[in-house]
């Protein structure tokens, strides 16, 4: 009889561990991958604004000289990321691809422009910096017009700081439910053992005495969980940049945001878990031997 209350004491006390490490784990993950986000939240918006093009178009009268010294003055300007020349013959070629029919043949000219799809860095794709680079362009010779997408970059960098203070708050939410998730599972755990902790204290050992070994115990499943967050916020990262490259998310190339994270993790794994059990035993080591019932 005594045996089987035994196991039963031992797959108790397994299931609470595993509650705890399981906790621990799944809030770090969380937290984890939300601070990845905002580590990384510059460089994703960045990659986003990039994509936007700004199109110079040449009047049809501007020579091939002012084409390549255009082309020359864009290779030296550190705003800009990219750039493509589109002659008005390959401009053509695209809307007939796109049409599905030979427009040249119904108007017999070509209507288009040359021109260069230039891509600027992340930082300048906003209204003021833009439009500064719209107007110094437009005093080149041979440019007509530069045009670009006025309400797609307004609507981008609204979203962009609409989703970063969701996220950010998103974060601090979740850090305060972590807390106190882990505590209160934490706090499960040694009220298992609140009557190991009386006897121990009515024996004569000391606060001090009783309280290391269910911290060092506490510290011990506060870095096994954060392990596990840390291995599968890793697979993510992995997973994120297999699938969409483009965010430039490499863990291989940019590891120190990941670093940071998983430094931050195992830190706020051992602090929390720490903090909980001090607090959490000394609330049982002040409790008189009638109210542990």
């Known amino acids: 009889m005594a045996s089987s209350y035994e196991k039963y004491q031992k797959r108790k006390l397994i299931t609470s561990y595993f509650s705890v490490i399981f906790s621990i784990f799944l809030v770090l993950f969380l937290l984890?991958?939300?601070?990845?986000f905002v580590i990384n939240s510059q460089k994703i918006?960045?990659?986003?604004r990039e994509t936007i093009?700004?199109?110079?178009?040449?009047?049809?009268?501007?020579?091939?000289?002012?084409?390549?010294?255009?082309?020359?003055?864009?290779?030296q300007y550190d705003y800009i990321k990219?750039?493509?020349?589109?002659s008005k013959e390959d401009a053509a070629s695209q809307h007939q691809e796109d049409l599905g029919?030979?427009?040249?043949?119904?108007?017999?000219?070509?209507?288009?422009?040359?021109?260069?799809?230039?891509?600027?860095q992340g930082d300048f794709v906003q209204k003021d910096s833009i439009q500064n680079i719209q107007e110094s362009f437009l005093e080149?010779?041979?440019?007509?017009?530069?045009?670009?997408?006025?309400?797609?970059?307004?609507?981008?960098?609204?979203?962009?700081?609409?989703?970063?203070?969701?996220?950010?708050?998103?974060?601090?939410?979740?850090?305060?439910?972590?807390?106190?998730?882990i505590n209160s599972s934490l706090r499960l755990l040694i009220y298992s053992s609140r009557f190991t902790i009386k006897t121990m204290q009515m024996v004569g050992a000391t606060k001090k005495f009783i309280r290391r070994p269910f911290?060092?115990?506490?510290?011990?499943?506060?870095?096994?969980?954060?392990?596990l967050a840390i291995i599968a916020l890793i697979g993510l990262c992995f997973y994120i940049d297999s699938k969409f490259p483009d965010l430039n998310i490499n863990p291989k190339e940019d590891y120190m945001?990941?670093?940071?994270?998983?430094?931050?993790?195992?830190?706020?794994?051992?602090?929390?878990?720490?903090?909980?059990t001090f607090f959490a035993t000394q609330r049982f080591l002040n409790l008189k031997s009638d109210e542990l019932y």
């Open 82 to 86: 990219s750039f493509v020349y589109v």
């Open 215 to 227: 911290i060092l115990h506490s510290i011990k499943l506060g870095i096994t969980g954060s392990l």
């Open 101 to 120: 029919e030979n427009f040249l043949e119904f108007l017999g000219f070509n209507p288009l422009q040359d021109s260069f799809d230039i891509y600027l």
């Open 257 to 276: 945001p990941l670093i940071i994270v998983c430094s931050a993790l195992l830190l706020i794994g051992i602090i929390i878990t720490t903090i909980s």
């Open 140 to 181: 080149s010779k041979g440019v007509s017009e530069v045009s670009y997408d006025k309400e797609l970059v307004e609507l981008v960098n609204d979203n962009i700081k609409t989703i970063t203070k969701w996220v950010l708050i998103l974060t601090g939410v979740l850090a305060v439910i972590s807390m106190l998730l």
């Open 45 to 48: 918006s960045d990659n986003f």
């Open 32 to 36: 984890g991958s939300l601070g990845l």
């Open 53 to 75: 093009p700004l199109t110079v178009f040449f009047d049809k009268k501007a020579t091939d000289k002012e084409v390549q010294s255009f082309d020359k003055k864009l290779q």
